[in-house]
């Protein structure tokens, strides 16, 4: 079975600081992709990164960073001086290539930046 | 106008009534996807279509229906509402092929209330 936890409910920081979503998946097939999603207050979701299960090397883009490591089945998300225009609702997500349909949805972390 | 639409976006509606919730996308995209957001649940799939006359299942799919005549639409039907489908309700479209996987572009929902 597939599965994706996000066990931070919500979390809340002061402006500046950096913070991390943790993100921990179950699947048994040996290729698959990872996604983050970001769901800001107006409501609509907009699509972050993808990761294929074989390309394990981290990415930066901005003050965004996403960390994979597959021998802990973890896909965690840092936010680095963060911003209040980052808050909102972020969600992981994991689908097998071989149905491009069947995207799982982590509970989703919801990240309060403070002023 | 360009992307993906969905109507209404708001609705009150009581139980038994039968509803049905519209989406068109304007990039000819395969897959159409509908999805259910509740507290706590993320993101639950509830019909998809790889493409015109092609519609599957999801997680949670009964008590919808969906049909999907043309590419652009992809509309939804709860035939008898009940009140555990309050819930907001999202359209999302993808080509779910090669390096579009799992890229899901998401219209701004549907949120419906049933009495």
């Known amino acids: 079975a597939q599965k994706v936890t996000q066990a931070q409910t919500e979390i809340s920081v002061v402006e500046k600081e950096d913070v991390t979503l943790d993100c921990v998946y179950e699947?048994?097939?040996?290729?698959?992709?990872l996604f983050w999603y970001k769901q800001p207050p107006s409501g609509e979701l907009v699509f972050l990164i993808r990761r294929n299960s074989f390309d394990e090397q981290n990415e930066i883009s901005g003050r965004y960073s996403w960390n994979f490591q597959k021998s802990t089945s973890s896909f965690n998300f840092t936010i680095t001086a963060s911003q209040v225009v980052d808050s909102a609702v972020y969600f992981c997500?994991?689908?097998?290539?071989?149905?491009?349909?069947?995207?799982?949805f982590g509970s989703g972390t919801r990240l309060s930046i403070r002023p | 106008d360009a992307g993906i639409t969905q109507s209404p976006r708001y609705k009150i509606t009581e139980t038994g009534r039968q509803v049905t919730l519209m989406c068109h996308q304007t990039?000819?995209?395969?897959?159409m996807f509908w999805y259910r957001q509740d507290l706590g649940h993320g993101l639950r799939l509830i019909y998809y279509?790889?493409?015109?006359?092609?519609?599957d299942k999801g997680e949670v799919p009964d008590g919808y229906v969906v049909s999907r005549s043309k590419t652009e639409n992809f509309p939804l039907t709860l035939e008898s509402a009940t009140r555990s489908q309050t819930s907001v309700y999202f359209c999302?479209?993808?080509?779910?092929?090669?390096?579009?996987?799992?890229?899901?572009?998401f219209g701004p929902g549907t949120r419906l209330t049933v009495l």
């Open positions: 990039w000819s995209h395969s897959y």
């Open positions: 997500a994991l689908s097998p290539p071989s149905s491009a349909s069947k995207i799982i």
């Open positions: 699947t048994r097939d040996t290729t698959y992709y």
């Open positions: 999302a479209s993808s080509e779910g092929m090669g390096l579009a996987v799992g890229e899901q572009f």
């Open positions: 279509s790889a493409a015109a006359d092609i519609t």
